[in-house]
């Protein structure tokens, strides 16, 4: 089967989901991907939860196993000269290089931009970090937590749920996963300058900066137009906006437009509060907000989520479930459009996975490699490609190198 990246070879040294996320999203196109793990310990994510059946072990986790489907996988530490010289090995053939060590880490050990670029002048070498290479933020520790509340994301989180008295709540990993996927594009765009000049870079992806990118509509874009700083509120203004409880869940309405307004009333029988001169204009009901989400409440209460979302595609109204990921998995929507996969894993079996978000007619999304059991690909990789006799390799592995 013809892939979109199959021509392109990658090597990703990435730990938990910046970076595997990025080499996952190549190898999903067709790109090999190598994925250079420490050895005895691997990526971190091989000890994150979810475990299958609660039993932790290195090739149980659920985030591992999706982060890394796709990707041949082999075992080297990078702080021994044997190490350094292998990977400079691996990367003479590369095309791209992936990692998410803080800045500086490679370039102690040799293996930085400045070095590698002189064995192979084409590499593309993408560095996914907290705050960026450069900066006064560049040498602190960070992650996701911190990237969303310096980034000025978690100022609006939630929206209609809290107040600025309040403090405010985490999403989580919406740096994390943000960040690679900027990287993974940045790095089609620095592998297609590449393929016009034989030509490498290095490009630097800052998960603050992903964030602040994700929250340009709430916060970003509000104080350089209008010198306004936008924070949660505690109700809305115009409207009935807001989630309101139903039989199992909740379900949102938007319901701001007068126009949606009279098609909600008409689904609800015309109740006798829809004369209610605090309800006439949205902004009388914005104002009056607390008050309607109760009496629509006592409506929504009586429902379901399904029930509801049917109500609201015949009246045409916007309105819709705050769904579980049960319902997701459940949905006809995503089953008929096969956004969910199934795939073999040696140890942990067949389970299911979300798969991609975009659709090729020609060169399609597939699943063709379960995520790599550490160091499973070594013999493969360093004898069969680099070289290293079966003699050397358990000598390898003797002295920790693999």
């Known amino acids: 089967m013809k892939t979109a990246l199959q021509d392109v070879r990658v090597i990703e040294y990435g730990n938990l989901i910046s970076a595997p996320y990025c080499g996952k999203m190549l190898a999903d196109l067709g790109a090999e991907v190598i994925k250079v793990e420490k050895p005895g310990t691997g990526d971190e994510s091989r000890r994150r939860q979810p475990f299958l059946d609660d039993i932790p072990g290195p090739d149980r986790s659920g985030l591992f196993l999706y982060l890394n489907a796709n990707k041949l996988g082999v075992t080297l530490n990078l702080e021994t000269a044997t190490g350094q010289e292998i990977f400079k090995k691996l990367i003479k053939d590369a095309d791209v290089f992936i990692e998410n060590t803080r800045p500086g880490t490679l370039d102690k050990l040799g293996l ?4 590698l670029r002189l064995l192979n002048p084409a590499l593309v070498m993408t560095s996914v970090t907290a705050f960026g290479q450069t900066g006064p933020y560049k040498d602190y520790q960070g992650d996701d937590f911190i990237a969303w509340f310096l980034s000025g994301a978690a100022s609006v989180t939630p929206h209609f749920a809290g107040s600025p008295e309040k403090p405010p709540l985490y999403a989580e990993d919406q740096a994390n996963f943000c960040a690679p996927i900027a990287a993974a594009v940045a790095t089609m765009m620095a592998l297609h300058y590449q393929r016009r000049t034989g030509l490498g870079q290095q490009v630097d992806i800052s998960q603050m900066e992903s964030d602040i990118m994700a929250n340009a509509q709430f916060g970003a874009m509000h104080w350089p137009y209008a010198h306004r700083i936008v924070t949660r509120t505690s109700k809305n203004t115009v409207g009935l906006e807001n989630f309101l409880r139903c039989k199992d869940g909740w379900v949102f309405f938007h319901c701001s ?12 029988g015309h109740p ?20 309607l989400e109760k009496l629509v409440t006592e409506w929504t209460t009586q429902h379901t989520k399904a029930e509801l979302s049917a109500i609201a595609l015949k009246y045409r109204y916007p309105s819709g479930p705050a769904n579980t990921m049960a319902d997701v998995l459940a949905s006809p929507h995503f089953k008929e459009r096969r956004f969910f996969a199934e795939w073999e894993h040696p140890v942990a079996g067949k ?10 007619s020609a060169t399609p999304w ?10 499973q690909h070594n013999e493969e990789i360093y004898c069969k490609r680099l070289g290293y006799s ?13």
Do not use: C
């Open 112 to 115: 930085g931009y400045s070095d």
């Open 390 to 402: 079966r003699q050397e390799l358990a000598r390898l592995y003797e002295a920790g190198v693999i």
């Open 257 to 268: 437009e007068q126009q949606h307004w009279e098609r909600l009333m008409e689904a609800m």
């Open 272 to 291: 006798a509060f829809e004369k209610d001169e605090r309800f006439k204009t949205k902004l009388t009901r914005g104002a009056n907000a607390e008050a």
């Open 351 to 360: 389970l299911t996975y979300p798969g991609a978000p975009y659709k090729f």
């Open 366 to 375: 597939a699943v063709r490699l379960p995520a790599p059991l550490l160091g």
